[in-house]
């Protein structure tokens, strides 16, 4: 018997591993189907959504396909923080879908029980320090990506026709390099101070982008969504982003904001006082006003100041 | 039979040595290689336990957490002169049993930290310090001193330290952060020596500063957020442009959005909102294009803005502060 046979043996005498060669936790079709994700099936029970109980590293090692429409991809319970899952390049695959007729988006289930990857809400137990990268999450009947604790990071995601929210992340929170398309309702959404920075957002049911404040928007490109395709709580900061919508207001950012380079091509824009812009191309679109409140290029409002002049 | 045979060959593999390189030359560290020691085959120069001592150069990479359980023990320690180290943390944590409770005005050490413990990452100080040390792809947290801390020309990227008892990021001159996080540490989220760049990244709920960086430093694209003194500082000859600050200054008697200090430095693109004080710069430094608002009335003697004065010769209006 060669060596290399008796290794492959033996592993399989012992019992499959889950640990990858890195260290990292396999999970797949199969892991998913077998339950005991971190090796205990009270926590991980069989089917999904796959349970994530422990910290650590995590990565796909084929796509996932819940069976059912009220299913979940990825689950992690409240208390665990620290989990970081690798897509793999591969997909966690709803059976969902959204269909796309603007003015109007519809699915079959809206907001229903399925989301992609979700920290289960536990309050401040709620999973902290999550990363996701490098895959997709589509077609689940309600969000695609929801980590509501702080500190987590989306990075090279794509969430896709999903029946609720594409990517959904809580305060001090990054999504880097991802795309939010076609989802029922805002494409991104995070807490206060957040970064998103390289993104892809278009054709989302209920807006593009969603920042709650304090956050920066940087070199990513927004069309043709649902609602407003920026939406910026307080203090935001827009860097070189470009916005076009045939419909409805497409760039509203709350007072002590600041919009630096990029484009806006449509209907409106609305800053409100006292904010900024600079170095920002404003095209009309195919009627009513361009510009209104504070957006006027070269107007710098400091503190205690009224609207620009 | 057949199954003793497979026990008595894995036994045999493990005390002959479980490879410590991977395919790739990596070399791995987890917890069970951290307890034994011998990182680099050498049970004198990495005695068993915590923490990891590296005592040659190399790529090394986590596959496991880090779990250290005594607040007096760091995680990882880069000998004396070691330079050229990359740490490859493999999306996984670095964890001891410290904490921060951030409760404004007070951010207290929880679980025995504090000033004086190691580090979860450390190179160690010397007139040889360890130079060029990479930290990527993972988390250093709850540790009792500092989370991570290295000498000249190193990088950080992808990493988030989190409530440890010192500073967040204590990193030597011309060192490099991107896409980092440091949230609720007890000292400073990032303190960073001369020539530092710092980009894409995020300070919050720092008990001191936000980011610090010495002479010549360029941040951007970050945020500093809820710090518990000013946001972003620099000294001499540093940019900024790009950043957000705000709600800075919890704990501190004036903590600004941004502070510039000792002149020639410039800021821009930038917001200050809701701190003690907008922007503090000096008589030659350049503040343009920004927003500054809802900023609170700053202690007596100096003013809400700014407290140099040819700043406005960078503005677009004329500034209603600047006499």
């Not at chain 1, 969504?225 to 916005?243: A, C, K, P, Q, W």
């Not at chain 2, 050490?109 to 580090?119: E, F, I, K, L, S």
């Not at chain 2, 993972?138 to 992808?158: C, Q, Y």
Request: hydrophobic share 40%; glycine share 16%.
């Amino acid at each position: 018997v060669s060596k290399l046979a008796l290794i492959a043996f033996c592993a399989l005498a012992v019992g499959s591993a889950a640990f990858a060669r890195d260290g990292r936790i396999e999970i797949n079709q199969a892991s998913a189907t077998a339950g005991g994700v971190n090796g205990d099936l009270a926590a991980d029970p069989p089917g999904f959504p796959v349970r994530i109980t422990q910290p650590g590293s995590y990565r796909l090692t084929g796509d996932l396909l819940p069976p059912s429409i009220a299913l979940g991809g990825i689950l992690i319970a409240a208390g665990t923080d620290d989990v970081t899952i690798d897509l793999g390049g591969f997909a966690i695959r709803g059976s969902s879908g959204v269909v796309v007729e603007p003015p109007s988006w519809s699915c079959a289930t809206a907001f229903g029980a399925g989301i992609g990857i979700r920290a289960e809400p536990g309050g401040a137990a709620t999973s902290k320090n999550v990363v996701v990268r490098n895959g997709r999450v589509l077609g689940f009947a309600n969000t695609g990506v929801d980590l509501s604790g702080d500190g987590s990071r989306v990075e090279d995601v794509h969430a896709e026709s999903n029946c609720g929210i594409g990517i959904a992340l809580g305060d001090d929170a990054q999504i880097e390099s991802s795309a939010a398309n076609r989802n029922l309702a805002l494409g991104m959404l995070c807490g206060v101070a957040c970064r998103i920075v390289g993104g892809v957002v278009a054709e989302n049911g209920g807006g593009g982008l969603r920042p709650l404040g304090d956050s920066i928007v940087s070199g990513s490109t927004v069309r043709d969504n649902g609602g407003d395709d920026i939406r910026g709580f307080e203090s935001t900061l827009v860097v070189d982003v470009t916005v076009s919508d045939d419909a409805l207001a497409n760039l509203r950012l709350e007072r002590g904001s600041l919009v630096l380079g990029g484009s806006i091509t449509g209907l409106s824009a609305v800053l409100e006082a006292p904010s900024a812009a600079w170095g920002l191309t404003v095209l009309r679109g195919s009627g009513s006003t361009d510009v209104v409140g504070a957006l006027s290029i070269a107007c710098v409002v400091f503190e205690t100041s009224g609207p620009c002049p | 039979m057949r199954t003793f045979r497979c026990l008595v060959f894995l036994a045999s593999s493990t005390l002959l040595g479980a490879p410590t390189h991977a395919t790739d030359g990596v070399i791995e560290i987890n917890q069970a290689k951290a307890i034994a020691g011998g990182l680099g085959g050498d049970v004198t120069a990495d005695p068993p336990g915590f923490p990891v001592r590296i005592t040659e150069p190399g790529s090394y990479q986590l596959t496991s957490d880090l779990d250290v359980t005594v607040v007096t023990l760091g995680g990882i320690e880069i000998a004396d002169g070691v330079s050229d180290v990359t740490i490859d943390l493999g999306g996984f944590t670095i964890r001891g049993v410290s904490g921060v409770n951030v409760s404004p005005p007070l951010w207290q050490c929880t679980g025995g930290g504090g000033v004086g413990n190691p580090a979860g990452i450390l190179a160690v100080p010397s007139a040889a310090r360890a130079r060029r040390v990479t930290v990527r792809n993972g988390r250093i947290r709850k540790m009792g001193g500092n989370g991570i801390d290295l000498g000249p020309a190193s990088h950080v990227e992808h990493v988030q330290v989190e409530q440890n008892c010192g500073y967040g990021m204590l990193l030597d001159d011309q060192s490099h952060v991107l896409a980092s996080q440091a949230r609720a540490n007890r000292f400073y989220g990032i303190f960073c020596g001369d020539s530092c760049r710092i980009v894409d990244s995020v300070a919050s709920e720092n008990f001191g500063r936000g980011i610090f960086a010495l002479d010549g430093a360029l941040i951007s694209g970050s945020v500093a957020r809820g710090n518990g003194d000013t946001g972003i500082v620099v000294s001499e000859g540093s940019r900024l442009a790009h950043n957000v600050a705000a709600a800075n200054g919890a704990a501190a008697t004036a903590g600004a959005g941004f502070a510039l200090f000792g002149g020639s430095s410039n800021l821009s693109g930038s917001i200050s909102n809701r701190n003690d004080v907008g922007v503090q710069a000096e008589a030659s430094d350049g503040v343009g294009l920004s927003v500054i608002d809802l900023n609170t009335t700053p202690a007596a003697g100096s003013a809400p803005l700014w407290t140099g004065c040819n700043l406005i010769s960078f503005l677009l209006v004329p500034s209603p502060v600047c006499p």
